[in-house]
């Protein structure tokens, strides 16, 4: 295994069940949970480095000018990003960092991050997909089908991204991206130089300390 | 789930316990064993079509002009291949195949199966195969030091493969193995046209069907 933390993107449209599946995974696994930054005032008992970075506008432009998001969007008049360096500096720890982020975000982290994992939630059917968005109850009959349409469309984007999970139930999620992270550490691809570097050595102690 | 089998290739240098792997792997699963042919004579209870599928010299180079073999080899005298249309036929029918194999084999096969699942296993350390060596016996000190120099050798062929499994014990090499076959199952490259196709049905029936 690489002493590099792996990037894991768990993404897919909205009504998918993306925070659900994540919130399971993280009371499973060693994985950590990547904290968005925001210009958004906090809510009563969010804590800053928690729930988000709270930052005001001038400090998230600057970081923004510095580079420092994977990716940003404004919604609703505020703010919202990833903030690069914190994810990096988790990685290159070791620790395996998850990312909950809608399709539009995923896009612009896989130009940044070339080597994480994405992997597209989908709902078991787009009837389960529509019903799952009526009962989310705060939306007008034509703002939940401007959803529905767009969580439609943006299933073409699946192109994008290494894995696909249907998100029939949560424990088979789970298991299914729990194996594609077991595998993901096997990859030729992210462990190479190390066998070769220590194959003069014990291969199993260097690979899995 | 796309309906074809996945051809898993399971490889690596002489004494990293491949064998020991394909056994245990396929007790477990529903995976089906790619049968050898050869020009060998059978010996004593060998059955034709179980253990190999036994043919006359003129039959088998026949089947290698007719370009039947994923790869073949001489040796002592012999000629041993794995059959391109038996192995085809299994993946056509939604089998998942296993086909053991040492790495210069594995090589040829790469280049005709490209959708293959190649898996490299490696010895939990050099100290291990040479040892795993040694207990074979049926070796002269010299003939010894030249296989575990050959098997040193190949690891670098280890860049050729998809996934590299350290066989520490066999059941967390099985573990392994079979994470790295559901994790390819989600694999976007091998569902795309699938979920695509069915974006408008019911999507988990129709990959999972």
Not at 36 to 51: C, F, L, M, Q
Not at 150 to 160: C, F, L, M, P
Request: net charge negative.
């Amino acid at each position: 295994m690489s002493n590099k933390g792996i990037l894991i993107v768990i993404s897919g449209p909205s009504g998918a069940g993306k925070g659900t599946i994540c919130k399971a995974l993280l009371e499973k696994n060693q994985y950590y949970l990547s904290i968005s930054a925001t210009t958004r005032k906090p809510r009563a008992g969010e804590v800053d480095g928690v729930n988000y970075y709270f930052m005001d506008r001038d400090e998230f432009e600057n970081k923004i000018k510095e580079d420092d998001f994977l990716e940003c969007a404004e919604v609703y008049g505020n703010l919202y990003g990833t903030p690069r360096s914190k994810v990096q500096a988790m990685l290159d720890s070791g620790k395996d960092v998850i990312l909950e982020i809608d399709i539009q975000g995923a896009l612009k982290v896989k130009d940044k991050i070339e080597d994480g994992v994405f992997i597209f939630i989908l709902p078991p059917s787009m009837e389960e997909l529509k019903q799952r968005i009526i009962k989310r109850g705060s939306e007008t009959p034509q703002s939940l089908m401007t959803r529905f349409k767009s969580a439609y469309q943006e299933i073409n984007y699946i192109s994008t991204y290494n894995y696909a999970v249907v998100n029939n139930t949560v424990s088979d999620a789970v298991n299914k991206i729990e194996s594609i992270l077991m595998a993901e550490r096997c990859r030729v691809d992210r462990i190479k130089e190390k066998i070769l570097d220590s194959k003069e050595g014990l291969i199993h102690e260097q690979l899995y300390d």
